[in-house]
């Protein structure tokens, strides 16, 4: 007698329409968020600002989009909000125009706090949408996601030279047109996270029922640990070159403002491919050694990069940012592994309060600045990926597959 076999369950489908469009999305949040330190010669030009008070902007608007991000996820976990993401950025439309208009600098403090909290808003439930989109592609998923908030930050040098430069503080008023081309496409994705809220609560449910051997949970607290420390190196090694190494090239080859700007984008832009390459090349050598090689491989080219001239900073500057930005979206897929089910919390720390750690290397970056000197400032931040050794003591690939058996 035949036995019937249960029909396979087929894999759900990867929604590429709204991974494209979150990713597009996240792509005109960063370059908004990102607009800010971009904007720090000019400010610094016309209003006299320190490299403590740059510092200090940097602070509040790192410290509201990325420290109050693990607070949110937390929240949307238990009770998703899909209709958080197209008022959040209404919040950073507002940020915008102050920015464009504030004529002092507790008003520009305030301004980009308001385009902060747009920013924590949208991240956790940004990463959510992309969890939901992924079906079994969630590496590829997250990639596309993160590789547009990169793609976001590798264009602020450009909008710096091309805008900004020319029109000065009042060029940022353009930017309300893309925060509201942002919040039109957010209602059409809100939409469709509505009708997505029955399953993902059922899904949530069996997770929510799974309890983890109690023998793994001390295991599961040192990783995330470790992990939220290595991109907190990271954070301050990308906080030291987008915020001040424009002024150290400007100091040290007597370029313009609008040429300095060519040097992060090249960072920026090549780290935002490497974002995209990251998932591929974990799938085939493993997560944990992508971390670490992003990192560990950077780490000699970075420590070269104060000490050549500027010919060779071109190419130089270019890879490291492929390399070191390579882990952006292994280390959030490497933090879901180790915690299922809890999507908008481990999106907030790894890409919320990690950053918002780095937030405090803007201040800390920027008074060493004033202190000791942009040089030996510079020679501090190109140290920090050396910190990538550490990743020998997070678990394998293979433990982390123990874990979730």
Not at 12 to 26: C, D, N
Not at 196 to 214: E, F, G, Y
Not at 318 to 325: K, P, Q
Request: charged share 10%.
């Amino acid at each position: 007698m035949e036995v019937l076999k249960s029909p396979e369950k087929p894999e759900p489908k990867t929604m590429y329409r709204i991974l494209l469009i979150i990713g597009f999305v996240h792509l005109l949040n960063d370059s908004i968020q990102a607009v800010v330190p971009a904007m720090f010669p000019i400010l610094q030009a016309s209003m006299g600002f320190s490299f403590t008070q740059l510092g200090i902007i940097a602070f509040a608007l790192n410290a509201t989009s990325s420290l109050i991000q693990p607070a949110i996820g937390l929240y949307t976990d238990k009770k998703p909000s899909p209709y958080a993401l197209p008022i959040g950025l209404c919040f950073t439309l507002f940020g915008v125009l102050g920015l464009a208009l504030s004529p002092s600098f507790w008003l520009i403090v305030i301004s980009v706090v308001f385009i902060g909290i747009g920013s924590a808003t949208f991240h956790p439930e940004g990463s959510r949408v992309a969890y939901m989109a992924a079906g079994a592609r969630r590496g590829l998923a997250q990639s596309i996601f993160q590789v547009g908030g990169n793609s976001g930050q590798a264009l602020a040098p450009l909008i710096t030279a091309l805008v900004l430069v020319p029109l000065g503080q009042s060029g940022a008023i353009w930017f309300t047109f893309v925060a509201a081309l942002a919040v039109i496409l957010l209602f059409y994705i809100a939409k469709w996270y509505s009708e997505q809220i029955v399953a993902l609560s059922k899904s949530k449910q069996k997770t929510r029922n799974r309890k983890l051997p109690t023998k793994h949970k001390k295991t599961i607290i040192f990783a995330i640990t470790l992990l939220i420390f290595l991109v907190f190196a990271r954070s301050w090694f990308h906080a030291g070159i987008t915020n001040f190494y424009a002024f150290y090239i400007i100091d040290s080859y007597q370029l313009s403002i609008s040429q300095s700007q060519v040097f992060i984008f090249l960072f920026l832009g090549a780290g935002a491919v490497g974002t995209f390459c990251g998932g591929p090349l974990a799938d085939r050598f493993g997560k944990r050694n992508m971390i670490m090689i992003s990192m560990l491989a950077s780490a000699p080219l970075a420590l070269l990069l104060p000490h050549v001239t500027a010919f060779w900073a071109y190419p130089l500057v270019t890879v490291i940012g492929f390399i070191i930005l390579s882990s952006f979206s292994v280390t959030v897929v490497y933090a879901q592994e180790l915690v299922p089910g809890k999507i908008g919390m481990v999106s907030g720390l790894i890409i919320g309060l990690a950053f918002g750690m780095g937030a405090v290397g803007s201040i800390a970056l920027g008074w060493l600045a004033d202190s000791i000197g942009l040089t030996n400032t510079m020679l501090f931040t190109v140290s920090l990926p050396l910190i990538g050794a550490l990743t020998f003591l997070l678990p394998s690939d293979q433990q982390l597959k123990d874990i979730n058996e």
